[in-house]
Each structure stands twice: as structure tokens, then as C-alpha cells.
């Protein structure tokens, strides 16, 4: 729905989730506490780091039987009620079904089956899905208000916005932000080279930008070479089908995203799964398919790909890495490493997995990462010669690498159709790339791009970067354990930047929503099927280093209100704690990781 005129994008928030200062007004990259929140509790920061012994493995925490049966009950409600409509309502009302069904001897372009879930089901929630925002999506964000009086078939808004706290964006180290240096050097490129490429990498849309960011990323992973992508979802897409085809295997963990599943299919090749994080049976499929060979013939394969996460982004467990380097030095398989959740937002330096198990990355195969979740989110303030704060820059949320040995990558640049026929990423991408890089690395960087040397010293000593980093390690453990603690189920691992909360029935989907905006002002996402297994429906905070202890006490007391209201404390075992002790303890409770590591 167009926006109407009366609805102005800068307009001040009508309700405010808590007061916006700068902590330094005279300096011009003192951040905006709305988009970084302000911390200086030196207890509030821990390290993102492996303990050697702990499980990776899903988790096995369950709610009773009756819960399970009182899920399939709803949704078996649903459906029925949902036909029941569909059949009534063919009869009585024929012109409001006619895109599903035969016209003028032309085949309904929607299937009434396909659709059944999104109109029946979805629908009911579909308020709590896509609300548009009109800030940067950072600490905090501001929603434009809106009403449907048709239920939620259409939108109207209503002319007020309302800021509240944001835990369902991707920005874990908490780049997103209006002002700052990354937010001026990304203005600057504006000017300097415009707001697009114009062609490919493999035409003309290469500029030096790329080539530094390349070089600087290629680094900061510790291989030989990288290539960047415009977007995320291409880089796994159009580059599988570039190193495997008919006759190869791929072998995929059942959790793989979309992007990895979709270019496996392209690719030509046999796919296989394994159970999610399961390496016991993916050693048994290995042993299968090396001592099977191709189907029929018998053939060996011509090569064999296995394919993972990083960390999960529905279920926020990470990788076995360990032991997957451990039978690949048995089966000689190659490794692909989607670290599109992990990059930046795992490990003392923020490398991702290889760094977090403390493994050389030149060990795998192929790292592939995105550059939309942890650093690489500009938000522009105002320019002479346009207002780009009347809206979210939309190619903000976009690009991603592949990274491994040079000849692979040389390799890559000639057979990919990214690098070929899509679109090179934007100047300004390019240029926050390199700077928000640059602010992790510290001062190695220069001798990668020696431009970063004339930037702000604060910001390209190495500090603010180490600062985020061990801001967003305490900001997950602390969230994760506050949880458990209030006898919530919680999966995922206690250092991931996700932390899924079980709902299971699909009735509480939408109320929980709304109650935590309505009631709390949080925006938070909740994820049902098909995204989710039919019974294992889930709400998702998405934590950053960018917000406060403060910020995640509110969340604790809001969930639990809302949680208690809805009955959503469902964990079987372990003894509940009152929501203010778990916040009175803590600090304690992320200092006693820190004790296992030592131990």
C-alpha cells in the first residue's frame, strides 16, 4: 500500500519506548543512545570463545506430551474451519475467489491448494508480519502505525508512529546507525562515486572500492583470496552450481537455508541430508555414499561437497566444526561454510566459527558469509542534495563473499553468474564494508587500504570494534540463561546472537506479538511453519551489541509478563527463578560461563 501524503517518514515519534540523548553532543561521532545504547559498565562485556567438552548438539528439551497433541489439535482446527470457509464461501461470494478458480478458459494463475496455508492460517497474524519502519533499524526502531478493517487482507495507517525497542534485526555488532564515521565515509562515497555500480564485476561495475574490500575481507578470514556479491542470497545460489554438477554429491544438513538448497538444486548434483548437527549420522552417510558410489553405475563421485551453517538462524545452534575437520581428514571431502549468521558476530576477533573453535580456516574449503547481519547495514544521514533519511536505504541489507584459496576464486569470477551477469554492489556498501571491517581489524588493515589510516583514530585502533564484540558475547549469554531461568524453552547455544524461544501452539503466535508492542513497546518476530517444523513454532530474538543491560532487563520482565499471561513457561526440568533475582544475578550468571572456560 502506497504511503499516504499525510504520513511523514522524519515526523516525531507519538510514543516513545525511553529517551533519546547523545552522550557527547560536541562530537560528531558520539552515537544516538536510540541507535547504540549507552553502556559503560565494564561487567556488561565477556568473550565469544569455545569451551572444549561442551555439546553443539540440538536441544533436547521438551514440553509434555499434552502440549504436542494440544498443537496438532489447533492446527487440525484450523484447517477444518479454514475449508469449512473456502467451501461456504465459493458459494455465496464467487467474485471474491475468481484468481482461484478457472476464467475464461484461463487456468487459475494461484493454486487453491498452495494458498490454503497463507489465507487461512497467516493471514490471522498477518499484522504481526512486515510492518514498515521508518528509522534506522537499530537499538530501537519507529514503526508507522496502521489499523486493518478487514482482517488484515489490507492496511491503513494511521498517521503516528511508535519507537520502540528492537530485537528482531540483524544487526549484531550494531553498525546500523544515522551518524558516526562509517556513516560519513559511506556519505562521502556517495558523492565521490554515486549510489550505483551500473555492470557487472565482469564488465565495467568494478571500481577500486571492490577490489580493497576483497582484499581487506580476504584478510580479515585469514585465506588467500575473496569475492563479494551483491546479494546474500546469490552468493550460495550462483556459486554452488559453479563447483558442483551432474555427477557430484552434496551433502546438506536438513536446517540449510534456502539459498544453499536452491543452489544445490541448480547445480545438477546428487543432494543428500544428514540429521541437523547430527555427526554420528553423517559419518554413516559418508561411509554409504564413498563405499556406494553413484546411483546404477557405481561410478566414484566426482567429487563430494558438504555443506553447513555456521549458526543456525532458526534454531541458533552452531556448526560441530571440530569434528567435521576430523572426517575430512578421514573421507577427503570437500567444505563449504555458509557463515551468514557467525561472521562478525562469533569469536575473540569476531571471524566467525574458525575463530570461535580457534581452527585455521584455511582449513575449509570455502567460507562463505553475508554482510547484512553483523556490520554491514549503513543507514545514511542527510546530503545536499536529496534527504535519504525519508527512508531505509533498501540495498543496505545486501551482499555477500566467497573465500578460499586463489585458485578457487579466480576460478569462481569466470563460472559464476554472479560475477557475470548480476549487478556489482553499490559504491556506498562497498565503502561501509571496508570501514566497519576495518574498525574489527584495528590498524593491520591499513596496509590493506591505506585510506582507512586518515579515519578517526577511536574508531580505527582496533577498541570500539573489540568493544562490540565482547558487548554483544555478554548481551547472548545473559539473554539465553535469563530465559531458562524463567522456565522458558530455549534452543540454540548460549553464544549465539539468536536466541529462539519455543510458543508451539499456533493460537499464541499473534497474541504474544502484540502484547510485547502493545503492552512493552519491543518489536519482536515470531516463526511458525513452514520456516519451523508444523509443531516447533518459535519467537526469535535477534540480540546486538547495541543494546544495554537495561534494555535486555525490559525484555526479560516483558516476556515474562507476556509469557506468564499466555502460558508459555513450558520448560519440564530445572528450578524457576523470580524474574527480578535473575536479573539481580545477572552478571554473576555470565561470569560463571567465563569460570568454565578457565576450567
Known amino acids: 500500500m502506497p504511503l499516504p501524503s499525510t504520513v511523514s517518514a522524519s515526523r516525531a515519534p507519538t510514543r516513545a519506548f525511553d529517551t533519546d540523548f547523545t552522550p557527547n553532543p560536541q562530537d560528531p561521532y558520539s552515537l544516538r543512545h536510540s541507535e547504540f545504547g549507552f553502556d559503560d559498565n565494564a561487567e556488561h562485556r565477556t568473550e565469544s570463545k569455545h569451551m572444549v567438552g561442551m555439546s553443539l548438539r540440538a536441544s533436547e528439551?521438551?514440553?509434555?506430551?499434552?502440549?504436542?497433541l494440544g498443537t496438532y489439535l489447533s492446527y487440525a482446527l484450523l484447517i477444518c474451519i479454514g475449508h469449512l470457509r473456502d467451501f461456504f464461501g465459493k458459494l455465496m461470494f464467487p467474485g471474491e475467489y475468481s484468481h482461484l478458480l478457472p476464467n475464461e478458459g484461463y487456468a487459475p494463475l494461484f493454486s487453491?491448494?498452495?494458498s490454503f496455508y497463507t489465507r487461512r492460517l497467516k493471514l490471522r497474524i498477518d499484522d504481526c508480519f512486515a510492518r514498515p519502519v521508518t528509522s534506522v533499524a537499530a537499538r530501537t526502531a519507529t514503526l508507522l502505525d496502521r489499523t486493518s478493517s478487514n482482517f488484515n487482507t489490507t492496511f491503513s495507517f494511521t498517521g503516528e508512529t511508535t519507537q520502540a525497542l528492537n530485537v528482531s534485526s540483524y544487526n549484531y555488532l550494531g553498525f546500523a546507525q544515522s551518524r558516526g564515521a562509517c556513516a560519513d565515509q559511506a556519505e562521502e562515497t556517495?558523492?565521490?562515486f554515486g549510489i550505483s555500480s551500473a555492470g557487472s564485476r565482469a564488465d565495467v561495475g568494478g571500481n577500486d572500492l571492490h577490489v580493497q574490500?576483497?582484499?581487506?575481507?580476504?584478510?580479515?578470514?585469514?585465506?588467500?583470496?575473496?569475492?563479494?556479491?551483491?546479494?546474500?542470497?546469490?552468493?550460495?545460489s550462483t556459486n554452488l552450481p559453479a563447483l558442483v554438477t551432474k555427477g557430484c554429491l552434496v551433502i546438506s544438513d536438513e536446517l540449510n537455508h534456502s539459498s544453499i538448497r536452491f543452489g544445490a538444486r541448480l547445480s545438477g548434483a546428487m543432494v543428500r541430508q544428514y540429521k541437523h548437527n547430527d555427526m554420528d549420522d553423517l559419518e554413516s552417510l559418508l561411509r554409504e555414499c564413498v563405499s556406494q558410489g553413484q546411483p546404477r553405475t557405481h561410478r566414484p563421485w566426482k567429487k563430494i561437497l558438504i555443506v553447513v551453517e555456521g549458526l543456525y538462524s532458526m534454531e541458533g545452534t552452531l556448526v560441530d566444526l571440530p569434528r567435521i575437520l576430523e572426517l575430512k581428514d578421514i573421507y577427503k571431502f570437500y567444505l563449504y561454510v555458509d557463515e551468514a549468521h557467525s561472521i562478525g558476530a562469533l569469536g575473540p576477533r569476531g571471524r566467525g566459527v574458525c575463530d570461535y573453535f580457534g581452527v585455521d580456516p584455511r582449513r575449509v574449503d570455502i567460507?562463505?558469509?553475508?554482510?547484512?547481519?553483523?556490520s554491514i547495514v549503513p543507514y545514511f544521514p542527510t546530503i545536499s542534495f536529496t534527504n535519504f533519511r525519508d527512508f531505509p536505504i533498501a540495498f543496505g541489507a545486501a551482499g555477500g563473499y566467497v573465500a578460499g584459496?586463489?585458485?578457487?576464486?579466480?576460478?569462481?569470477?569466470?563460472?559464476?553468474?554472479?560475477d557475470n551477469y548480476a549487478e556489482a554492489m553499490p559504491p556506498p556498501i562497498v565503502s561501509q564494508i571496508i570501514t566497519s571491517t576495518g574498525s574489527i581489524m584495528g590498524p593491520s588493515a591499513f596496509q590493506y587500504v591505506p585510506?582507512?589510516?586518515?579515519?578517526?583514530s577511536h574508531l580505527m585502533d582496533g577498541r570500539q570494534g573489540t568493544e562490540r564484540l565482547r558487548r554483544l558475547a555478554f548481551n547472548c549469554r545473559?539473554?539465553?540463561?535469563?530465559?531458562?531461568?524463567?522456565?522458558?524453552?530455549?534452543?540454540?547455544?548460549?553464544?549465539?546472537?539468536?536466541?529462539?524461544?519455543?510458543?508451539y501452539a499456533p493460537g499464541k503466535f499473534g497474541p504474544f506479538s502484540r502484547l510485547m508492542l502493545e503492552r512493552h513497546k519491543i518489536i519482536v518476530v515470531v516463526v511458525a511453519y513452514p520456516a519451523t517444523p508444523l509443531v516447533s513454532g518459535r519467537v526469535r530474538f535477534c540480540v546486538s551489541a547495541a543494546h544495554t543491560k537495561a534494555d535486555l532487563d525490559q525484555l526479560l520482565r516483558a516476556v515474562d509478563d507476556v509469557g506468564s499471561i499466555l502460558g508459555l513457561k513450558l520448560a519440564p526440568h530445572g528450578d524457576r527463578m523470580d524474574i527480578e533475582d535473575v536479573i539481580k544475578t545477572g552478571v554473576g550468571m555470565v561470569r560463571d560461563t567465563e569460570k568454565e572456560l578457565e576450567l
Open 61 to 68: 528439551e521438551e514440553p509434555s506430551i499434552w502440549i504436542y
Open 112 to 114: 487453491d491448494f498452495d
Open 213 to 236: 574490500a576483497e582484499r581487506l575481507m580476504a584478510a580479515f578470514l585469514g585465506v588467500e583470496d575473496c569475492m563479494i556479491v551483491a546479494t546474500g542470497f546469490a552468493t550460495n
Open 405 to 418: 584459496s586463489h585458485s578457487l576464486i579466480t576460478a569462481l569470477r569466470l563460472a559464476s553468474h554472479s
Open 190 to 192: 556517495v558523492r565521490q
Open 478 to 503: 545473559y539473554l539465553n540463561g535469563g530465559l531458562k531461568k524463567l522456565g522458558f524453552i530455549v534452543f540454540g547455544h548460549r553464544d549465539s546472537p539468536i536466541v529462539p524461544m519455543l510458543v
Open 451 to 456: 585510506s582507512l589510516a586518515l579515519l578517526p
Open 367 to 374: 567460507l562463505m558469509g553475508t554482510f547484512t547481519k553483523c
